[in-house]
Structures are given as C-alpha cells and as structure tokens.
T-cell receptor
Framework: GQQLNQSPQSMFIQEGEDVSMNCTSSSIFNTWLWYKQDPGEGPVLLIA?????ELTSNGRLTAQFGITRKDSFLNISASIPSDVGIYFCAGQGGSEKLVFGKGTKLTVNP | DTAVSQTPKYLVTQMGNDKSIKCEQNLGHDTMYWYKQDSKKFLKIMFS???????INETVPNRFSPKSPDKAHLNLHINSLELGDSAVYFC?????????????FGEGSWLTVV
C-alpha cells in the first residue's frame, strides 16, 4: 500500500525562526493536504494541493506539491508561539484512501 | 456551529464494557469516516461510509461496528472493550467519496479503557 514518510518527527525552534517540513511518498499522489492538530483538538486543514508544482500560501504558511508528485513540503515563516502543535501531511493517489504521515511535532520557544 | 461534532469527548470505561461514540456533520457531506489516533499520534483510517454504505473497512476487530442511520451521522459502537482500544477516535467527513476532496475532522473522542 501507499506509504508516507514525514520529517522531521519533531522540531524545537525559537520564536521568529522559519520552519520547514516535508513528506515523501513511495508512489504518485494526486492530492496533498496539510493539517495542524492543536493539543486536545482534531486536525484542522491548513492547505490543500491538487496539482503537481502547485505552490499555495495561507498567511505565513506555504506548501508545495512536488513536481514528481511524490513529495510535498510545508514552510512556516517567522514562527510564533501559537504555531506549536503537530503538523500532518496527507496524500491520496487515484481512488485510494487518504494516507497520513506520522506528524511533525513543533515546539516554539518564546 | 460545529461542522463535525462527536460525543462524548472523554470516555473512561472498564475492560469488557460496550460503548458508543456518536458523530454528526452539518456540512452536507456524503462521506464520513472514523479514524483512530494511537499514542504515537499516528492517524489511521478505520471505516468510511458513503451515502450510508460502507466503502472502506480496514483491518479492524469486529468488536468495532459502525452504523450510519443517515448520511449526516456515523456512530461507532465498540463491544467488549480492551486495554488496547484506548486511543483518540476522530470522526471526519467529506464529499464525493474518498477521492481527494478535503476531509474535515471532529474534535476527537478520548477513550481510556481501564
């Protein structure tokens, strides 16, 4: 089945720093999604990508659908304390179900 | 208004009990899911229903039985609870089947089996 590798597993950064995380797939995807999960809450969609090469921003967040269709990255610029949480990538190819990465836990030190 | 709502949010119960978690979505979606998040935060799909019909059933013990009375509701019943069932269960919904449309999650139900 399809597998997703998400890295890094965790990040500890200072407020104001930029953050980058990525996901790679063993097979081609048609859709990449990025979610954030706050402690005690459900995942919330941040950015959805539907086309290879697509680059989409949402405030300080930017995500790209890799040209090979096997990877995606999420960047957060000028991090703030409320950026803490777990970030999940999710991908889907064809009629397969959505597959989630294992998450990147982000800690931002003020 | 909460788009995908699930109850209860917290549930502590003894081994061997039977319990249910309810989910409702008011987004007009036709597809609903149950996901399980383990202690390592890994999200894994359990079931998916499209227009009340089961379309995805992962390798889940048959102690877990989903029921969809209509396309806005998908409940999860668990029989004979075991310690390993302790996890966070997320309901989610989308439209058009599991074909790439964005999925919206509920806030989760924290199940602890003691």
């Amino acid at each position: 089945g399809q597998q997703l590798n998400q890295s890094p597993q965790s990040m500890f950064i200072q407020e104001g720093e930029d953050v980058s995380m990525n996901c790679t797939s063993s097979s081609i995807f048609n859709t990449w999604l990025w979610y954030k999960q706050d402690p005690g809450e459900g995942p919330v969609l941040l950015i959805a990508l539907y086309k290879a090469g697509e680059l989409t921003s949402n405030g300080r967040l930017t995500a790209q659908f890799g040209i090979t269709r096997k990877d995606s990255f999420l960047n957060i610029s000028a991090s703030i304390p409320s950026d803490v949480g777990i970030y999940f990538c999710a991908g889907q190819g064809g009629s397969e179900k959505l597959v989630f990465g294992k998450g990147t836990k982000l800690t931002v030190n003020p | 208004d909460t788009a995908v709502s699930q109850t209860p949010k917290y549930l502590v119960t003894q081994m061997g009990n039977d319990k249910s978690i309810k989910c409702e979505q008011n987004l007009g979606h036709d597809t609903m899911y149950w996901y399980k998040q383990d202690s390592k935060k890994f999200l894994k799909i359990m079931f998916s229903y499209n227009n009340k019909e089961l379309i995805i059933n992962e390798t889940v013990p048959n102690r877990f039985s989903p029921k969809s009375p209509d396309k806005a509701h998908l409940n999860l019943h668990i029989n004979s609870l075991e310690l390993g069932d302790s996890a966070v269960y997320f309901c989610a919904s989308t439209w058009g089947g599991p074909s790439g449309n964005t999925i919206y999650f509920g806030e989760g139900s924290w199940l602890t089996v003691v």
